[in-house]
């Protein structure tokens, strides 16, 4: 599939899990794609205390996979939450990769708390990589995108960002803001021709699930049933998605010129609008 071809791409947190499905399926699409990566989240919240995230080590082997396909890739180290970060992996797609098409603010973080006992500090560190860091990556992405005919914005939402749960009430609240950012982007940007579009994954097994199976879990329940319970409760269509369903849609997204303002559920039915 060569429908992406001379197209651009940057996936923030796209070293593994939804953000790596999405970067491999733009370069089967056609694309080169730059990476931006932590190496570590810079917060003593919950579980990134002392937890290695993908980290840049990760965002080049996803490279080396780009590069076997034929495409160009870069990994450009990068905390959204950062201004200065955001502006360099900007710059360094388009020094590297000749310009930017397709912007995809993927990276993102979750912790469990009831709302009772949740720590200012979970709460900031939610908001800034969830909300801040998609403000920032789509202001310093701007000004290039602007420059290319049929360039388009990719924010990973969540179900969490059109329903709520309990124990995500803060993860919840930064998805939603993630839609309507999206919503009102999208009609800011549409003379300029950017369009701006949001996709809601339902439950994928990525790093981030291996860590919510086990702090959602009911007392005496194993990591395995209390995903098993999630999947088999929540999920019409009776199967969890993969990063490969959510690559599919961004593809979609990142070709179909007169779709814009959506925030699409790749989710299996749990959410029905
Ligand atoms: N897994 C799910 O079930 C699910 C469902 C709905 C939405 N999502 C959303 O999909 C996105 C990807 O999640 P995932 O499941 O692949 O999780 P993941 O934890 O496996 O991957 C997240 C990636 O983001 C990176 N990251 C974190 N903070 C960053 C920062 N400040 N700057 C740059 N990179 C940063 C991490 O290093 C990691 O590589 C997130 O926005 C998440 O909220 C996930």
């Given at each position: 599939m060569?429908?992406?071809?001379?197209?651009?791409?940057?996936?923030?947190?796209?070293?593994?899990?939804?953000g790596r499905g999405i970067a491999l399926a733009l370069a089967e699409a056609g694309a080169d794609v730059a990476i931006a990566e932590v190496e570590r989240v810079a917060s003593a919240a919950q579980q990134y205390r002392d937890a290695a995230l993908g980290g840049f080590t990760?965002?080049?082997?996803?490279?080396?996979?780009?590069?076997?396909?034929?495409?160009k890739a870069i990994a450009v180290q990068a905390d959204v939450a950062r201004r200065a970060d955001t502006l360099r992996m900007v710059h360094d797609t388009v020094d590297e990769l000749g310009g930017l098409d397709v912007l995809v603010c993927n990276a993102g973080v979750v912790s469990v708390s009831p709302v009772a006992s949740l720590t200012e500090e979970a709460w900031d560190l939610t908001m800034a990589v969830n909300v801040k860091g998609v403000f920032l990556s789509?202001?310093?992405?701007?000004?290039?995108?602007?420059?290319?005919?049929?360039?388009?914005?990719?924010?990973?939402?969540?179900?969490?960002?059109?329903?709520?749960?309990?124990?995500v009430a803060h993860y919840c609240?930064?998805?939603?803001?993630?839609?309507g950012f999206t919503s009102s982007l999208a009609k800011e940007l549409a003379a300029a021709g950017i369009r701006v579009n949001a996709i809601c994954p339902g439950i994928l097994r990525t790093q981030m699930w291996e860590y919510l199976a086990e702090a959602m879990g009911d007392s005496g329940e194993s990591k395995e049933e209390t995903w098993q319970r999630y999947v088999k409760?929540?999920?019409p269509l009776g199967r969890p998605q993969t990063p490969q369903d959510i690559g599919q849609l961004a593809v979609y997204l990142a070709a179909a010129e007169n779709v814009t303002g959506q925030a699409i559920n790749v989710d299996g039915g749990i959410e029905l609008h």
């Open positions: 060569t429908q992406l071809a001379g197209k651009v791409a940057l996936v923030t947190g796209g070293a593994r899990g939804i990760l965002a080049q082997q996803t490279v080396r996979e780009i590069t076997a396909l034929g495409r789509c202001q310093a992405a701007i000004p290039e995108l602007a420059k290319r005919r049929g360039a388009s914005i990719i924010n990973i939402a969540s179900v969490a960002g059109k329903n709520g749960f309990p124990g609240a930064s998805k939603f803001a993630v839609v409760g929540l999920i």
